[in-house]
């Protein structure tokens, strides 16, 4: 994809152009350049949130993958309010997606930024960090997520690059965490407590879920998926452990990493679980079977094809990755 400011700077840089076509070329960048500053100081649109529970919002991303056309705005972000602070919980697939976040905080109240709460390292979580580097707030995350930053931080930022375009990459970077949670943390956003739990390996090594005590809210990051496929970057045993664990915890409602908000009454854990062990049992089975690595890839939870979005996306890497766990049982 080519940018008019920068094909424009380069024609005009390579070329020996006659006098009038330079005039032109020179009114046309200055076209381009009063575009740009006319574009640069309008306002950021806040990003649309619901009001799910009193001063707690959250922004339900598209269910699809990271592009250029959404901006990375894939995930549920969201924010909760107290009598002093403000605690951002995911900062978005972009900074420009984070500057929306904090645009639509901003809408809300003028209280700082005191958190950001990362669930886990995947970039549409955040990408959008930088957004909040200025407001002076704490990154928070997972005692696992510096080390899971520093192995994989650089190949997202080249990988989205080239998948998302340098336009919308060009603020992004890797903002590590500066409080680790080995096992839990609670945050006091005056009058209103946040319970930060570190969860063992599940989705990915470094999950974080956050309850807010106040009105029995769980963000449970990418633990929990609805009408997405899940998608395993951790360990398919220690998940479904971890379901069971978060089917026990006493919320009102859920907000997933992906798809809708439920209530405590939704078969979405259900759904999920059974996915999760239709895949380890076809998995176990074709290693049992000798059956190669790559059938796994092309066979495994198969029969779940018509339950989820993004199967195609993400099922084969789910059964690949299952395969590496459960060959070595
Ligand atoms: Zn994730």
Do not use: C
């Not at 915890?249 to 679980?273: E, F, K, T, W, Y």
Request: net charge negative; glycine share 8%; hydrophobic share 45%.
């Amino acid at each position: 994809m080519v940018y008019p400011r920068d094909s424009g700077a380069r024609q005009i840089g390579r070329s020996r152009i006659q006098r009038p076509v330079a005039v032109v070329a020179a009114v046309s960048l200055l076209a381009i350049g009063v575009s740009f500053a006319t574009y640069s100081r309008q306002p950021t649109a806040p990003l649309t949130t619901n009001e799910i529970a009193p001063a707690l919002f959250v922004h339900i991303g598209d269910i699809a993958l990271m592009t250029s056309g959404n901006e990375g705005a894939v995930a549920n972000i969201g924010f909760v309010v107290g009598d002093d602070a403000v605690a951002v919980i995911d900062s978005g697939g972009s900074v420009r997606e984070g500057r929306r976040l904090l645009a639509a905080i901003r809408r809300q109240t003028t209280k700082p930024v005191r958190y950001v709460i990362n669930t886990h390292l995947h970039p549409d979580h955040i990408f959008g960090n930088a957004a909040f580097e200025s407001e002076g707030a704490t990154f928070i995350g997972h005692k696992n997520l510096p080390r899971a930053l520093a192995a994989r931080g650089q190949f997202y930022l080249d990988a989205f690059r080239r998948i998302m375009g340098d336009d919308i990459m060009a603020e992004v970077k890797i903002v590590a965490p500066s409080r680790l949670v080995e096992t839990e943390l609670r945050l006091d956003l005056g009058g209103r407590a946040l319970v930060v739990t570190a969860w063992p390996a599940a989705h990915s090594d470094n999950d974080l879920t956050i309850l807010d005590e106040a009105s029995h809210t769980l963000f449970a990051g990418d633990l929990v998926f609805v009408q997405h496929i899940p998608v395993l970057d951790g360990s398919i045993r220690g998940w479904m452990a971890v379901i069971d664990q978060l089917a026990g915890i006493p919320a009102a409602r859920l907000v997933p990493g992906h798809g809708p908000v439920i209530d405590a009454a939704s078969p979405a854990l259900d759904d999920q679980r059974r996915y999760l062990a239709r895949l380890a049992q076809d998995v176990r089975g074709l290693i049992a079977r000798g059956a190669p690595i790559d059938i796994a890839a092309h066979s495994a939870g198969q029969s779940e094809k018509g339950s989820w979005t993004l199967f195609e996306d993400y099922n084969s890497r789910n059964a690949t990755a299952a395969y590496a766990e459960l060959e070595w049982e």
